[in-house]
């Protein structure tokens, strides 16, 4: 089913169930649509999920620089008599991609810990909203930078930081979405119910 873009891999294929009834009594819960039903049983499943993506693009940020930097180490340029790390403008990059996870990391396990802890509260979905947006934009910046750092060895399929370039685009496709997130986020820190209209996502 997943014939995407950065989700192939998955196989996570639809499972059809033909004929398939649920009697009313085996219907764990009915909750209303939209914000009005996003109580704390259904906050832990938002919480499984954004946290889960959040973690899954910082690792997909770790892994590029790993690349990247065993990439350099021995990359050449005619213009050089030495690696392309000696080159201001790599190790320039370099520290941008290294300040960017240094960010990552801490807000995702910080966001985890509060869970796990019950240091919640009514901003809870904001700040889950928050971690995977960030992450994920992040993410994308770090992976465009070692592409640009490595040059056009980068693109061929052969070369691992193709498949982070692609693993990364899905990010932006996982719930939730820019649009989504932005009025989510904004209208809880103006105090606006979440379900107001006019809506974004």
């Known amino acids: 089913t997943w014939d995407v873009m950065g989700m192939r891999a998955t196989r996570s294929d639809d499972t059809v169930l033909e004929g398939a009834f649920v009697p009313d009594k085996h219907i764990a819960r009915v909750v209303a649509a939209g914000a009005a ?10 919480t499984w999920a954004l946290v889960n993506f959040a973690n899954v693009y910082y690792g997909i940020g770790l892994r590029t620089r790993e690349v990247l930097i065993e990439q350099l180490k021995t990359k050449t340029s005619i213009a050089l008599t030495r690696p392309m790390i000696y080159h201001p403008e790599v190790q320039h990059g370099i520290a941008e991609i290294t300040m960017d996870l240094e960010t990552m990391g801490p807000h995702v396990e910080a966001i985890a810990a509060d869970w796990s802890e019950g240091r919640i509260g009514p901003d809870w979905l904001m700040r889950l909203f ?3 947006h960030r992450t994920v934009e992040a993410a994308f910046r770090i992976v465009d930078r070692a592409l640009d750092l490595s040059g056009g060895f980068g693109m061929f399929k052969k070369s691992e930081l193709e498949r982070l370039f692609r693993d990364c685009r ?4 996982h719930p939730a979405n820019s649009l989504l997130t932005h009025e989510l986020v904004g209208k809880i820190s103006l105090g606006i119910n979440p379900d107001e209209q006019p809506r974004w996502g």
């Open 37 to 46: 039903g996003a109580d704390m049983f259904v906050a832990g499943f938002f």
């Open 130 to 132: 928050a971690v995977k």
């Open 170 to 173: 899905a990010g932006r496709f």
